[in-house]
């Protein structure tokens, strides 16, 4: 059974920054591509960033880009997200999920593809 367990959320200021971790077990990691999503208060669900299982390939909101990063360690079966320049609107419940059975270098790019989630972590950015 896959899991995954967001950590790292919490209260910062604008112009701050976090990195929230995700940690999988009871799987080949390496099998998995993995994305990050966050859901604000009243709004649908949407994808901050995605990578590949190799970790070669890796895309951003654009939102988040410039500012996210979303590096992996397969030996650490870990993802993370690390955010810079945090805004107001970055305040979302952040949550990781994994898809498997993709191409070594595939991101996918919808909820929908992505078989395993985590219970989300909160991140909160006060002005």
């Known amino acids: 059974q896959v899991q995954l367990v967001e950590s790292g959320g919490g209260l910062v200021q604008a112009g701050g920054s976090l990195r929230l971790s995700c940690a999988a077990s009871?799987?080949?990691?390496?099998?998995?591509?993995m994305g990050w999503f966050r859901q604000a208060p009243g709004k649908e669900r949407e994808l901050a960033g995605r990578?590949?299982?190799?970790?070669?390939?890796?895309y951003y909101a654009d939102s988040g880009k410039g500012r996210f990063t979303i590096p992996r360690h397969n030996a650490k079966t870990t993802v993370y997200l690390q955010m810079k320049s945090l805004n107001p609107e970055d305040t979302a419940i952040y949550y990781c999920?994994?898809?498997?059975?993709?191409?070594?270098?595939?991101?996918?790019?919808?909820?929908?593809?992505?078989?395993?989630w985590g219970q989300g972590t909160q991140v909160t950015v006060t002005s």
């Open positions: 999920a994994a898809q498997s059975g993709g191409s070594w270098n595939s991101v996918p790019l919808n909820a929908a593809e992505y078989d395993y």
């Open positions: 009871g799987c080949t990691f390496s099998n998995y591509a």
């Open positions: 990578i590949s299982r190799s970790g070669s390939r890796a």
